[in-house]
């Protein structure tokens, strides 16, 4: 019953990622397209709980979701636009773009068809949260914090340039 309401929970989580991908891809308005790219985050997040790797789900959620989709939505709505509900046109590489997302399906299909069905699993670490965190963060914190100060940075900055634009009209 378990693994059938996985199974479930999983093909319900793929099509909402697919579809929102797709929205954010096909739709005109940028902004749309922004918060379908959220919905595609969480939908990941989701399948990384089916998963069992919830630390991998709470990043999924606090990195991508909660920074990078407010940075980019920002970003967008800090911008000067004439008209927002045509901003995301398409352009003439549409065709070269198929071309290439069509080939590296064929690649993924062709590598999945030659990988064995049974892996061995191996022992997994009882915890892995902290042994995550200090493999992450042992040698990497000087270089973790200055990207978060420079994302800091960038934010401000990003709110001092729309202020001035803003004060300028």
Wanted: net charge neutral; charged share 10%; hydrophobic share 65%.
């Amino acid at each position: 019953m378990g693994s059938t309401l996985t199974l479930v929970a999983f093909w319900i989580l793929f099509v909402l990622v697919v579809a929102s991908a797709l929205a954010v891809v096909l739709l005109r308005n940028i902004v749309h397209s922004a918060l379908y790219l959220v919905l595609s985050f969480v939908g990941v997040a989701g399948i990384y709980i089916l998963l069992e790797a919830e630390f991998l789900a709470a990043v999924q959620i606090l990195v991508y979701v909660g920074a990078v989709s407010v940075l980019l939505i920002f970003g967008v709505m800090l911008t000067r636009r004439g008209n927002i509900r045509q901003s995301n046109l398409f352009n003439a590489f549409s065709l070269a773009a198929g071309v290439v997302s069509l080939a590296l399906c064929v690649l993924i299909i062709l590598a999945l068809a030659r990988t064995p069905a049974s892996l061995p699993l191996g022992s997994w670490p009882v915890d892995t949260v902290g042994a995550l965190a200090e493999a992450f963060l042992g040698p990497f914190v000087v270089p973790f914090e200055v990207a978060a100060i420079l994302l800091l940075v960038g934010i401000v900055g990003a709110i001092l340039i729309a202020r001035e634009v803003k004060e300028d009209k």
